[in-house]
């Protein structure tokens, strides 16, 4: 008996670093009010008033690709925060301004708490300057290749306005059409797997796959390599689906 409960008590013991994964955070600068719906491949959900907190999921569906949709209203061009973790490997992540740039005027960073962590070549920040229409750090096309690949229990804070300043931007890139039925079109969850795995820390190449859709598309990019490129439609870090 005594055995067994030292056992128990080392499995405790080991289950938190066992367990340990990422969380996926978002804070909002911007001094007026944001909208956002956290969806999943083949998922759909409103679009609805962000906490003044902030708000904050952990990696918890290992190989669906998660988008985190972002607007100054519960309508209109969208902002994309886009991830997909690989139990055991590692989380790859992007900024997707697809479906618009709705936060231009303020600006975005993407930044990950284990940045520069060995092995993860593209484990950085994604910073999208404050007055810039089109930031070529983010998905403006499904051909970009953005995607970044970090170590998975690093945890990813999206900041809206990192400066302070007000929410303003431009709308949904005209060659990004949506598909029939919904506002984006995302890569299959099986593409999105695939490349995800082959992103070990020890490649120095990356694929992702894309997202988008101003209403609900689930990330649509399957994680890329150490170095984070990116494929729509093959995947991003977020399948695109219609959702």
Not at 92 to 101: C, H, L, R, T
Request: glycine share 10%; net charge negative.
């Amino acid at each position: 008996m005594r055995h067994s409960v030292a056992t128990a008590a080392s499995l405790l013991t080991l289950g938190p670093a066992v367990l340990a994964v990422g969380t996926a955070v978002v804070v909002n600068n911007c001094g007026s009010d944001v909208y956002y719906a956290s969806v999943g491949q083949s998922a759909h959900a409103d679009m609805a008033k962000l906490p003044n907190a902030g708000y904050s999921e952990g990696f918890s569906k290992p190989g669906v690709g998660i988008s985190i949709k972002l607007s100054p209203s519960t309508s209109g061009a969208v902002t994309q925060f886009e991830y997909i973790w690989v139990e055991g490997q590692n989380v790859a992540y992007d900024i997707s301004n697809i479906d618009g740039n709705p936060f231009s005027s303020g600006g975005m960073s993407l930044v990950p708490s284990m940045e520069g962590a060995d092995g993860f070549l593209s484990c950085v920040t994604v910073n999208c300057p404050a007055g810039q229409d089109r930031c070529d750090a983010a998905y403006n096309l499904p051909d970009d290749v953005r995607t970044k690949v970090c170590p998975e229990d690093s945890d990813l804070t999206f900041t809206l306005c990192p400066g302070g300043a007000s929410a303003g931007g431009t709308q949904p890139v005209e060659s990004a059409a949506p598909a029939e039925g919904s506002s984006g079109q995302v890569a299959s969850p099986a593409q999105a797997t695939s490349l995800a795995v082959q992103s070990s820390p020890t490649t120095s190449s990356a694929k992702a796959s894309r997202t988008g859709n101003a209403a609900g598309s689930a990330m649509a990019k399957p994680a890329a390599t150490a170095t984070g490129r990116h494929r729509p439609h093959q995947g991003r870090a977020h399948s695109r689906q219609l959702v």
